[in-house]
T-cell receptor, first 114, second 112 residues
Framework: EAGVVQSPRYKIIEKKQPVAFWCNPI?????LYWYRQNLGQGPELLIRYENEEAVDDSQLPKDRFSAERLKGVDSTLKIQPAELGDSAVYLCASSSGQGLPGYTFGSGTRLTVV | QKEVEQDPGPLSVPEGAIVSLNCTYS??????FMWYRQYSRKGPELLMY????GNKEDGRFTAQVDKSSKYISLFIRDSQPSDSATYLC????????????FGGGTRVLVKP
């Protein structure tokens, strides 16, 4: 079974530029999460999708961040414009929504804003 | 104050030693508790989870939860250099739709 696939693995951009991250969850997983992990800290939830619907986006900075999950499969997270403080690892995770509470993470996209 | 506190380490032990990790939390509503392992430049991977107070064992790993003290632990027996990683505790409640609240992680180094 393929895991959660994220791209790109690394991204360096100048501040005020836009950036987008892509996630392909495990096949059949209806629930998709985007987390942000700052250096030396644990991941923090940005947004959770159930199929196509964003059911928890309370911690997504909506002035500059947006996300979409078309057709309830792949998802894209966008930042526009990026700020220096957005430098972090952006992790995507997915779960089947049934049974075990844990979920499977991708390897993340490491963003550096200069 | 963060909901979940975890000593950042690093924790350095010789190969074969027991690694002891712990987290404290403040929200008594948490219903399940997990430990994730994260290698450098990789995503976290689930090691163990438990719903109740007490011990749960899986091979060399033992997870311990004390809800009355709001304290959880992970023990790694016969540690190996391949256990060198950052260990993250995480907690959640079903009413929150599986949202996990993570500790900051403890970096562990097992020296050969």
């Amino acid at each position: 079974e393929a895991g959660v696939v994220q791209s790109p693995r690394y991204k360096i951009i100048e501040k005020k530029q836009p950036v987008a991250f892509w996630c392909n969850p495990i096949s059949g997983h209806n629930t998709l999460y985007w987390y942000r992990q700052n250096l030396g800290q644990g991941p923090e939830l940005l947004i959770r999708y159930e199929n196509e619907e964003a059911v928890d986006d309370s911690q997504l900075p909506k002035d500059r961040f947006s996300a979409e999950r078309l057709k309830g499969v792949d998802s894209t997270l966008k930042i526009q414009p990026a700020e220096l403080g957005d430098s972090a690892v952006y992790l995507c995770a997915s779960s089947s929504g049934q049974g075990l509470p844990g979920y499977t993470f991708g390897s993340g996209t490491r963003l550096t804003v200069v | 104050q963060k909901e979940v506190e975890q000593d950042p380490g690093p924790l350095s032990v010789p190969e074969g030693a027991i690694v002891s990790l712990n987290c404290t939390y403040s929200n008594s509503a948490f219903q399940y508790f997990m430990w994730y392992r994260q290698y450098s430049r990789k995503g976290p991977e689930l090691l163990m989870y438990t719903y109740s107070s007490g011990n749960k064992e899986d091979g060399r790993f033992t997870a311990q939860v004390d809800k009355s003290s709001k304290y959880i632990s992970l023990f790694i027996r016969d540690s190996q250099p391949s256990d060198s990683a950052t260990y993250l505790c995480a907690m959640g409640k079903q009413a929150a739709g599986n949202k996990l609240t993570f500790g900051g992680g403890t970096r562990v180094l097992v020296k050969p």
